[in-house]
């Protein structure tokens, strides 16, 4: 198993640029989120899917969309970016015991 | 929504010495308490949970305490080592998923 897997793991975007974060699975788990991790402020929540076809909204869901067309994939896309956007963002699964599991992350600059 | 509070933001502590550190919650309904740990330029990592129906789990070194009278709970590192150096991230849920997470611990272990 590959586990959680994210794409790109580095990317520099101008202000107003849209872009997709890809994160896909193959742990055939229902539930998948994204957090964004800025210094001082911990892992905040950006959305979530508890299942294909099944969306919400976390804490911090301004300038970001989702969608869960499979199981395995959770994309988060940033429809114009800003510079409040820079982050390192990781997606996550959860396994049946309530563990989630990590994406390496992606770190994004928005200049 | 549920708020968590962490305690300390950053402590250091000589090896051999233990580390505590403390986190808060608002949400009474909250039912699962996990700690994660994070390493410098990785992904966070569970490294020990506590359900509402217990208040005390031990692993090896690490232990975690839960009063939920005061709705707080606790992550207690014995016998240090360098080793343990990282970012510790509490986080608590009443749905299972959808975790909120205190903004971390940053824990330096000095030879």
């Known amino acids: 198993n590959a586990g959680v897997t994210q794409t790109p793991k580095f990317q520099v975007l101008k202000t107003g640029q849209s872009m997709t974060l890809q994160c896909a699975q193959d742990m055939n788990h229902e539930y998948m989120s994204w957090y964004r991790q800025d210094p001082g402020m911990g892992l905040r929540l950006i959305h979530y899917?508890?299942?294909?076809?099944?969306?919400d909204q976390g804490e911090v869901p301004n300038g970001y969309n989702v969608s869960r067309s499979t199981t395995e994939d959770f994309p988060l896309r940033l429809l114009s970016a800003a510079p409040s956007q820079t982050s390192v963002y990781f997606c996550?699964?959860?396994?049946?015991?309530?563990?989630?599991?990590f994406g390496e992350g992606s770190r994004l600059t928005v200049l | 929504g549920e708020n968590v509070e962490q305690h300390p933001s950053t402590l250091s502590v000589q090896e051999g010495d233990s580390a505590v550190i403390k986190c808060t919650y608002s949400d009474s309904a909250s039912n699962y308490f996990p700690w994660y740990k994070q390493e410098l330029g990785k992904r966070p990592q569970l490294i020990i949970d506590?359900?509402?129906?217990?208040g005390e789990k031990k692993d090896q070194r690490i232990a975690v305490t839960l009063n939920k009278t005061a709705k707080h709970f606790s992550l207690h590192i014995t016998e240090t080592q360098p080793e343990d150096s990282a970012v510790y991230f509490c986080?608590?849920?009443?749905?299972?998923?959808?975790?909120?997470f205190g903004k971390g611990t940053s824990l330096l272990v000095t030879p």
């Open positions: 986080a608590a849920s009443n749905s299972g998923y959808a975790l909120n």
């Open positions: 996550a699964s959860l396994g049946h015991t309530g563990e989630l599991f």
């Open positions: 899917s508890v299942g294909a076809g099944i969306t």
């Open positions: 506590i359900r509402s129906n217990v």
